[in-house]
């Protein structure tokens, strides 16, 4: 395939960070819109394929759900991308730029009736559902009186609502107050709202109750019906949720922030630190299983290999400067769930700084392991403060890199972790950053004894 030079230019300034990209012919038509972990991976990944394997367009049997980017690739003439935060952000742009401009090779071929709603029900305590078009359907239609089209787009390539007469049948008997939709894939809906949920707690089930509700056991739900949460607190986590799938985080935050200075201003310091808590969650909004889905069921060209997303966790280990190490752990999800990758493992002897200083260790480690061909993180978690995550910032700007990094070290009280982060950090669980930062510790401590073990042989 001809690329021209401007289409080329792109390529190579588009960045590495989450967000939605737009293809359009040389008639400025939409032809589709997808979304991206890494622009520049994904993107430039469409124009590597071999052309001799291309796809006659008029090939009735080739499946449109099975994305055949060899079947328009040639008459992509421009590139449109707009970065996001997070991938989970990404995500709703996407589905939202989709459902407004409906690209040809976005829609033909799917089946309306497998799209998805994200309902909020008319209740003192809102839950939120997810609906096929088909189960919608089944909703009275004196429920959807209130709902004016910007709030319940109907999408041309979907039939009007039309329930069926009588009701007497109806299998789903809620009241909506807002619907969110049509989302494609209902897993990747299901994930993202697995991820909000974390951040703004719902209760989902019919049941006003929360007797032997395992959700309230672990966090999910607030316990609106056991008296956990005021319906004025309850509220604004609805409304949280709303305003994410809105695409309004950065509204959202504003108004968190000023709510936690309030709080703080008359000294509600548990209500300011919950508020504290949740802005940072919320600014780290960890969407690795989004990410990961997304991985394994977008198809790639046939000469592009699918991404593996990849965490690498540092430590540094000595005894007053003697003996100083330093550790590299990878877990990958290169066998479908993030998890250890030992043959990947490296561990480092400290050669230039002297005495017990960590922070320069580990810039020496990072400094040392970017000077190695090996496969690039998506994630680096340091064990250690602001500090660490200060100086490995310069050794990644030397090397022209633009790499999330989370430092993670035990706070004060020593029951939780504090963190501090740089750039756009995905998704990843606290038992996951646990383990990776345990996992650099205890590689970091064997190689130390070992090394210290050798020295007093000596």
Same mark, same amino acid.
């Given at each position: ?80 991308? %707009? =970065? #996001? $935060? ?8 996407? &589905?939202? !730029?989709? @459902?407004?401009?409906? +690209? ?27 609906? %096929? =078009? #088909? $189960? ?8 959807? &009186?209130? !709902?004016? @089209?910007?709030?319940? +787009? ?305």
């Amino acid at each position: 395939m001809q690329m021209s030079s401007k289409l080329a230019q792109k390529l190579k300034k588009l960045p590495t960070s989450p967000g939605v990209y737009i293809f359009r012919n040389n008639a400025g038509v939409i032809l589709y819109v997808g979304k991206a972990t890494s622009l520049k991976d994904r993107v430039s990944s469409y124009f590597q394929f071999n052309t001799n394997t291309r796809i006659d367009a008029n090939d009735a049997n080739m499946r449109m759900g099975e994305r055949p980017i060899e079947m328009f690739i040639d008459q992509v003439v421009d590139i449109e991308v %707009r =970065k #996001t $935060e997070t991938v989970l952000e990404a995500y709703i742009l996407e &589905q939202d !730029l989709i @459902k407004k401009w409906q +690209p040809k090779f976005n829609v033909d071929g799917k089946d309306d009736k497998s799209f998805c709603y994200v309902v909020i029900t008319k209740e003192l305590f809102p839950r939120i559902v997810i609906l %096929r =078009k #088909t $189960e919608l359907l089944k909703v009275p239609i004196s429920n959807f &009186q209130f !709902l004016n @089209k910007t709030q319940f +787009p109907i999408p041309k390539f979907s039939n009007e609502l039309n329930p069926p007469a009588g009701g007497e049948n109806l299998k789903l008997k809620i009241e909506p107050d807002r619907v969110f939709g049509p989302y494609i894939s209902k897993k990747n809906i299901e994930i993202a709202l697995k991820i909000l949920r974390k951040i703004s707690p719902y209760h989902s089930k019919a049941q006003k109750t929360e007797k032997g509700c395992l959700d309230f056991q672990i966090g999910l739900c607030p316990g609106p019906y056991a008296g956990a949460i005021s319906k004025e607190d309850y509220a604004k986590n609805i409304r949280g949720i709303k305003m994410i799938l809105e695409g309004k985080k950065k509204t959202l935050l504003a108004k968190m922030k000023k709510e936690m200075s309030a709080y703080s201003e008359k000294q509600e310091f548990e209500r300011a630190g919950k508020v504290r808590n949740a802005i940072f969650a919320l600014q780290h909004i960890a969407d690795i299983a989004l990410v990961s889905y997304s991985m394994k069921h977008e198809t790639y060209n046939k000469n592009a290999n699918s991404k593996i997303f990849r965490v690498e966790g540092y430590d540094i280990s000595n005894i007053s400067g003697r003996s100083s190490v330093g550790s590299m752990v990878v877990f990958d999800n290169s066998q479908g769930e993030l998890t250890e990758n030992k043959s990947q493992y490296r561990k480092f002897k400290i050669k230039t700084i002297e005495g017990a200083n960590d922070t320069a260790s580990m810039a020496e480690v990072l400094g040392r392991r970017f000077g190695n061909s090996w496969p690039k993180p998506d994630l680096i978690i340091l064990d250690g403060g602001q500090g660490h995550l200060t100086a490995v910032r310069r050794v990644l700007k030397n090397f022209h890199l633009e790499i999330p990094l989370l430092a993670v070290a035990k706070g004060p009280a020593r029951k939780k972790l504090d963190r501090y982060a740089f750039g756009s950090v995905p998704e990843i669980s606290d038992e996951i950053i646990e383990r990776v930062r345990d996992e650099a510790h205890r590689f970091a401590i064997t190689y130390h004894k070992k090394l210290r073990g050798k020295d007093f042989m000596k």
